[in-house]
């Protein structure tokens, strides 16, 4: 597709289960972000990517969370021991970098129960 | 460190009315700017950036934005606003555009339009 692809668009888990998030950038991008939105929220930063390797992981909450990009391309944010406060919606972006215009995706809803 | 504030949480306007969008940083250098914008069903979509330059920037839709650095600010305009407007807004601050688009947000100011 021509946009920024996010799988699934909604998932619903139980407290303490394992969740992968999946980004699907637009061809040729070679940044990758990931946001999170919480309710009432504006998008706030966890994690970019150039190319394979994490560049900047300063806004990941704590080590239960852990993003790859093992390609370059496709990447995986996983969530190990799922709580409450991790439900929100995990908005993914791409661009070609140095433009400050990010694509993004329409977002992953998560809701932890 | 940088923050973003939009002190407005929702915005209630008749359609055709002026539009104006506030937006405050803080940031010690000079900041490169953006606003977003978030409709239902959609991802968030530039409408604006000012890197440096012109303090006056234009946008898609017909959105404009002053940047203001005895202010501190970035506010966002429109002369006259559609229905199809109707969305959340968000202000951003960028630390540097280099190699990383590592950008914060505000909390968004979500935009009503009524006919």
């Known amino acids: 597709g021509a946009g920024v692809s996010q799988t699934p668009s909604n998932k619903v888990t139980e407290k303490g289960k394992y969740v992968e998030l999946r980004c699907d950038p637009i061809?040729?991008?070679?940044?990758l972000y990931w946001y999170r939105q919480s309710l009432g929220q504006g998008p706030e930063f966890l994690i970019y990517f150039q190319g394979t390797g994490a560049a900047d992981d300063s806004g990941l909450p704590n080590d239960r969370f852990f993003a790859v990009r093992p390609e370059g391309s496709v990447s995986t944010l996983k969530i190990q021991r799922t709580e409450r406060g991790d439900s929100a919606v995990y908005l993914c972006?791409?661009?070609?970098?140095?433009?400050?215009?990010?694509?993004f995706g329409e977002g992953s809803r998560l809701t932890v129960l | 460190a940088q923050s973003v504030t939009q002190p407005d949480i929702h915005i209630t306007v008749s359609e055709g009315a002026s539009l104006e969008l506030r937006c405050n940083y803080s940031y010690g250098a000079t900041p490169y700017l953006f606003w977003y914008v978030q409709s239902p069903g959609q991802g968030l979509q530039l409408l604006l950036k000012y890197f440096s330059g012109d303090t006056l920037v234009q946008g898609i839709k017909g959105f404009e934005a002053e940047f203001k650095r005895s202010q501190s600010s970035f506010n966002l305009r429109k002369p006259s606003v559609h229905w199809s407007d109707a969305a959340e807004y968000f202000c951003?601050?960028?630390?540097?555009?280099?190699?990383?688009?590592?950008?914060?947000f505000g909390t968004g100011t979500r935009l009503q339009v009524f006919p």
């Open positions: 061809s040729g991008h070679t940044a």
């Open positions: 951003a601050v960028g630390a540097s555009i280099g190699d990383t688009d590592k950008l914060i």
């Open positions: 972006a791409s661009s070609t970098g140095g433009t400050g215009e990010l694509f």
